[in-house]
């Protein structure tokens, strides 16, 4: 029988405040410092703001519930809080979607390839060098990143994030690299009419 696909919540940040929370009880606080020890803000947006608003949204929902509030000396009190089984049920269901079942997604750079005629090819080309230049710098700096995590004795596991995002990277510059090749050779062999539009005068 094949799995029916279920409805998740949009918000990323609700998953990883329910992942930490599958760890031990936590306040926002401690779980916006655990994630950015742990570069996870790198593929999740953290936002204060955010955050607390997704912890009260979870907890209207029944995935977590108040653990204990404690307040140290003038500061403001906070409050602790724990995963449910109904919010363990939640986690669960939720990572298995976002495992097995691949989306569509808007990145911009594909936003902006699919608008690409509005330049002309003699643009475009110098552009996308700038672009390689940028993806060299962060594959550079994303591969310091994670060498830095595996010398600090974090599993691989624990920031597998980095070698997917560093293949991503890795991919689009071959793919930009050709393209830019593809465009010098003969840009009307793209499209006919790309190199005669922006010839024509205003």
Known sequence: MATERRQRPQNLLALAVLALLSERPMHPYEMAATMRER?????IKLRYGSLYTVVEQLQRDG?????????DGRRPERTVYTITDVGRAELTAWM?????????????FM???SLLAVLPPTRVTPLLR?????????IQTRRGVHAGLL??????????????????MEAEHRFVRQFIERIEQDPAALSPIW????????
Request: charged share 30%; hydrophobic share 35%; aromatic share 8%.
């Open 39 to 43: 570069h996870k803000e790198e593929s």
């Open 63 to 71: 995935l977590i519930v108040p653990h204990e509030t404690s307040r």
């Open 96 to 108: 298995s979607d976002l495992l097995r079942w691949p989306v569509k997604e808007y990145p911009r």
């Open 111 to 113: 936003a902006a390839l």
């Open 130 to 138: 700038e672009r390689l230049q940028h993806l060299d710098l962060a």
């Open 151 to 168: 010398q600090s004795g974090l599993p691989s596991l624990f920031h597998i994030e980095d070698e997917y995002e560093i293949a991503l």
């Open 195 to 202: 190199p005669d539009f922006h010839a024509k005068p205003c």
